[in-house]
């Protein structure tokens, strides 16, 4: 890879996988599979959710926030990932750089809020079934996911005007994008400023919302072992369990990425389990929702049924 121009103040050099080129096929039609799952997988879903009356209730809603936040989320990071796999340049624009870095920190905060508030709506199902359609009302659900947008966007802002006034040293990106961990690793010194920072943002984004989940569903558990009943477990492993998996997913390799010390890294482990939290698990948590969820597959196959019939009343046309 000709890093020639690499002391231009107006482009940053994405090294990704370049220290493996033969990975790299591999890598882009992975990246591509699982990006166009990605989009029809939460496309269906929020089309279902949206169309099929049934699934107008909150748990649904929320689910519905988060497809179209994955959606968002790949489609910030895997286009340019692909130019540059597939390109010998690994170039990315610094405006480009500053959209990828405010766009992936505004998109993971907010989804890891949002995992929160898909917990709260759980533990009021099951917990607080009588009075739940009064707490998760549809106008408190709409507060609720306008507030963990707007959190997650001012994060953003904040964290992005405060790293690109840090004086840089190159401008080699160790990664596929401009991630925040990566990115700050360039900065002429990696103070305590910066590692203070970017704990206290993994506390707020990450720990608070992921022990707010754990109390959720320790309430949760709590109640359902007091139904002697074997239907009360298996109540609660169909409302949780799919929930719990897309948060074990995404928590447990976002944690290790931003909380981890910096001693204990290795360039290739975090590009690896970047590319497992932002571009394998969002293309799975459709998948995982639907897997145990009777309501979401009579909607999908009702969907599909009325896209042939729309599709055979065209083409008889």
């Known amino acids: 890879m000709d890093t020639s121009n690499t002391?231009?103040?107006?482009?940053?050099?994405l090294l990704g996988f370049s220290d493996q080129p033969q990975l790299e096929p591999i890598i882009s039609v992975t990246v591509l599979l699982f990006y166009v799952m990605t989009l029809l997988n939460n496309t269906a879903i929020i089309l279902v959710s949206f169309l099929d009356s049934r699934l107008h209730t909150p748990m649904y809603f929320f689910l519905s926030?988060?497809?179209?936040l994955d959606i968002c989320y790949t489609t910030s990071i895997v286009p340019q990932m692909l130019i540059n796999l597939w390109g010998p340049n690994k170039l990315i624009t610094y405006v480009g750089c500053i959209l990828q870095f405010f766009f992936a920190f505004d998109f993971g905060a907010t989804e890891c809020l949002l995992l929160a508030l898909m917990a709260y709506d759980r533990y009021a199902a099951?917990?607080?079934?009588?009075?739940?359609?009064?707490?998760?009302?549809?106008?408190?659900?709409?507060?609720?996911?306008?507030?963990?947008?707007?959190?997650?966007?001012c994060g953003a802002l904040s964290m992005c005007s405060f790293a690109f006034t840090l004086p840089l040293c190159g401008h080699i990106v160790d990664n596929f994008f401009?991630?925040?961990?990566?990115?700050l690793k360039i900065a002429c010194e990696y103070t305590?400023?910066?590692?203070?920072t970017i704990y206290t943002l993994g506390v707020i984004y990450l720990l608070l919302p992921l022990l707010f989940i754990l109390i959720s569903y320790g309430i949760i558990t709590q109640a359902v072992t007091k139904i002697k009943s074997g239907g009360g477990w298996k109540k609660m492993l169909n409302t949780c369990g799919?929930?719990?998996t897309v948060v074990s997913l995404f928590y447990g390799s976002a944690i290790y990425m931003y909380l981890q010390p910096?001693?204990?890294?290795t360039y290739q482990v975090d590009k690896f389990l970047t590319l497992f939290y932002t571009i394998i698990t969002p293309s799975l948590n459709p998948l995982i929702y639907t897997l145990r969820n009777k309501d979401v597959k009579r909607a999908l196959k009702w969907l599909w049924v009325q896209s042939l019939a729309s599709i055979s009343g065209i083409s008889r046309i």
């Open 7 to 13: 002391s231009s103040g107006d482009q940053f050099i």
């Open 65 to 68: 926030n988060l497809s179209f």
């Open 126 to 153: 099951v917990c607080q079934p009588l009075h739940y359609m009064v707490i998760m009302n549809p106008r408190v659900c709409k507060k609720m996911v306008a507030a963990s947008w707007l959190t997650g966007l």
């Open 178 to 183: 401009c991630e925040m961990p990566a990115f």
């Open 192 to 196: 305590k400023v910066v590692d203070v």
């Open 242 to 244: 799919s929930h719990l």
């Open 262 to 265: 910096k001693k204990g890294s």
